[in-house]
């Protein structure tokens, strides 16, 4: 295993890569974030964009805003209304497995004042689906991956809606290129790394057809061009921070989970929490694949923006990285219907090739970054987990 030098990530992320100097490209990015770019004169374009959809507006609503009724939801919709001084419709692609945590914190952002419409599909197909993605690809969220972005699309369309949010831009956050287009064009999401230009094609098949697909399937080229409004990343033209937006929902009201952070594989409780099947037992899946999870990916944020030093990521990756409590995937076996066994089996298949088996027969990583680089040994997990609960914040004002 390689690791950037800067923060914690391996470049076996897809679209990660290291540089020259051993530096990914996102911490790359988050350097260009903090010196280089003229956040002002991008605040001015994204103001202008927003006039511009006021003026064309014909309805009720000025944009959409794609949201899940996670912590960036609540920023991007109070943002775009309070500070844009659009009318938003809020648009959430619902999952058949959502969380009762999830639709609180959705709830409690409409009675802040927001219209919704909310998309979910049938659950008998999703249930399939994500059974087939698991078995095919060992990602049970691949099917729905396109459906995040196209519910937000397909509504701008059909209300003739001329303009639409999304939040950060995975191209420049995390290191997923698709350098084809403009940073702030969402459009061409579909492109990136992990949809990788997918159609519904290849969830053709074992009785489902094409009209089951239409919830996840991105409009045509014919139809955006005929729709003639603009999907553009939020983070592109403001200093993007999924932290801030947490100490932001958490003033509002925004619930957390209870869960002990050994059982998440992540030192956060207010993450990834609309969905426990692709908010955690999905993480595990991908550190089996790629060998690295949540962990990885949060504390690296934390890294590039000082709430950590390196050596204190690597203690909590050490600690949490890629850990999921049986039970979430008791939980997810039973709604699609398998076994656990069946669940580990398929699992197997898919781990890669970073993974060795010790002389207990245990899996584990081949030189992880804590055996490469040194590591915090003397604080404890409670103690490190409080430099970046954005909880701790709103105590201390």
Request: glycine share 10%.
């Amino acid at each position: 295993m390689k690791y950037c030098k800067s923060c914690v990530m391996p470049p076996t992320r897809p679209g990660l890569v290291l540089d020259e100097e051993g530096v990914c490209n996102a911490c790359r990015w988050y350097e260009k974030k903090k010196t280089v770019i003229d956040w002002g004169g991008r605040r001015h374009e994204l103001q202008k964009i927003a006039d511009e959809a006021k003026a064309a507006s014909r309805g009720p609503w000025d944009c959409v805003v794609g949201v899940s009724g996670g912590k960036d939801s609540t920023w991007q919709a109070v943002y775009v209304r309070d500070q844009l001084g659009l009318n938003p419709l809020l648009v959430q692609f619902a999952g058949s497995d959502g969380t009762e945590v999830g639709r609180v914190n959705l709830e409690n952002l409409v009675k802040m004042g927001f219209s919704l419409v909310s998309v979910q599909p049938n659950p008998r197909i999703a249930r399939q689906l994500c059974k087939k993605s698991f078995f095919t690809y060992g990602n049970i969220v691949k099917y729905s991956e396109h459906a995040l972005y196209t519910a937000p699309f397909r509504v701008g369309i059909d209300y003739n809606i001329p303009l639409v949010f999304f939040g950060e831009n995975p191209a420049l956050e995390v290191g997923d290129r698709n350098t084809d287009r403009p940073g702030w064009d969402a459009t061409g999401i579909k492109f990136n790394n992990t949809l990788g230009g997918q159609g519904i094609d290849i969830w053709l098949g074992d009785g489902i057809v094409e009209r089951d697909l239409l919830p996840y399937a991105f409009p045509s080229d014919e139809e955006m061009a005929s729709w003639g409004g603009r999907g553009i990343f939020m983070g592109y033209f403001l200093d993007w921070s999924g932290w801030e937006n947490a100490v932001f929902a958490l003033e509002n009201n925004f619930e957390c989970v209870d869960f002990d952070y050994r059982d998440i594989g992540i030192p956060y409780q207010h993450n990834s929490i609309d969905s426990f099947h692709a908010g955690f037992v999905n993480a595990m899946l991908k550190c089996t694949k790629l060998g690295f999870g949540h962990t990885s990916e949060f504390t690296s944020y934390d890294v590039r923006a000082g709430r950590l030093t390196r050596p204190q990521a690597i203690r909590l990756v050490k600690e949490l990285d890629g850990r999921c409590h049986p039970r979430l995937v008791k939980d997810f076996c039973d709604w699609i219907e398998i076994s656990t066994d069946d669940f580990w089996r398929v699992a197997e298949q898919f781990r890669g090739p970073m993974w060795k088996k010790n002389v207990q027969g245990q899996w584990v990583l081949d030189n992880p970054i804590w055996e490469q680089y040194p590591y915090e040994e003397k604080a404890s997990l409670e103690e490190l987990i409080a430099l970046i609960d954005p909880r701790l914040k709103l105590e201390k004002r």
